[in-house]
């Protein structure tokens, strides 16, 4: 079936400091990708997608290219901050299954020191 | 878009009892999705439920343990029945508003702690 494997957390850097979360997944159809991230206390909200190949997803600094070749979708930003410490999770969308139901990675905690 | 109003938002329940949890919705959605969300871990679809029919549950989930209503297009419940510790959590009401995975929306989630 359908999965999502996403690095470990927690990831711990320096406030300016570059991010990258690595996503990876298997889909039997033509997945949508998400990266969804949780403010401590919160629910979860979308942060970006990507509904096709070379896509890339962009909102609030961070971005995410949906490679088909390497089957990733990594989660990278060129300067976090602490407002970002948030727990980030990866889904897709697979079009083969009717009720479009997200499969998400594990969740990566990331913790951003000032 | 959909916002999603969902509580209580958290609770503290001896073991034995039963919490349900509510999700109102501020458009009609087709599909609502209940999750669970254990400390530290991702999040684990617990049952589909869908207005006008009973709700359909993953592996592992049970209706005598998690009853679900859905009575109309904007609102759902989840109950939590004989609580044990191990059904501490946080549970995560969530909808879909077109049905073709674009984008998921959530509650603020209920954390739940069985004493």
């Known amino acids: 079936g359908d999965s999502v494997t996403q690095m470990e957390g927690p990831v711990t850097l320096s406030e300016e400091a570059f991010l990258t979360i690595n996503c990876t997944y298997t889909a039997t159809g033509y997945p949508s990708l998400f990266w969804y991230v949780q403010y401590p206390g919160e629910g979860l909200q979308l942060l970006l997608k990507?509904?096709?190949a070379d896509d890339k997803g962009s909102n609030k600094g961070f971005e995410a290219t949906y490679r088909k070749e390497t089957t990733s979708f990594h989660l990278e930003k060129g300067s976090v901050q602490v407002s970002d410490s948030a727990v980030y999770f990866c889904a897709l969308s697979d079009s083969m299954d009717s009720n479009y139901q997200l499969i998400w990675g594990a969740g990566t905690k990331l913790i951003i020191k000032p | 878009s959909a916002v999603i109003s969902q509580k209580p938002s958290r609770d503290i329940c001896q073991r034995g009892t039963s919490l349900t949890i509510q999700c109102q919705v501020d458009s009609q959605v087709t599909m609502m999705f209940w999750y669970r969300q254990q400390p530290g871990q991702s999040l684990t679809l617990i049952a589909t439920a869908n207005q006008g029919s009973e709700a359909t549950y993953e592996s592992g989930f049970v209706i005598d343990k998690f009853p679900i209503s859905r009575p109309n297009l904007t609102f759902s419940t989840l109950t939590v029945s004989n609580m044990s510790p191990e059904d501490s959590s946080i549970y995560l009401c969530?909808?879909?508003?077109?049905?073709?995975?674009?984008?998921?929306?959530f509650g603020q989630g209920t954390r739940l702690t069985v004493v």
């Open positions: 990507a509904t096709k």
């Open positions: 969530s909808v879909e508003v077109d049905r073709r995975g674009t984008e998921a929306f």
